[in-house]
């Protein structure tokens, strides 16, 4: 799988085309996770936006390994019990993060 970053010529794309973006939030609207992470992966989603090229599929999305790390961290900055951020790591069938690191906007963070 190619995996390229968003080429300016394409900013022009909104986020609905963000398919499995779109399938987590409906998700985590169904797990009763706060509107505030919710908000998160909207977020997230639109400014890590990339393109990935999939059996002849162009799917425009961000990264899920880099999206389920930030959403776990915030997940524990805003308390949310074990059980909820257990039901958040299971959405998603990436490891979270890579290697104990995330990129978001082109910036580097740890996982914890
Ligand atoms: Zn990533």
Redesign the pocket.
Known sequence: MAIKHLNPAFESFSFPLAKSAKELISESEKIGLPEELINEIRQFSERNLMIFRVNNAVLYDC?P??LKAHLLKKAKVLGLNAELQEKISRMFKSESG?NGY??DKNKIFGTE
Request: include cysteine; hydrophobic fraction near 15%.
């Open positions: 990264c390994n880099c890579h995330y990129l």
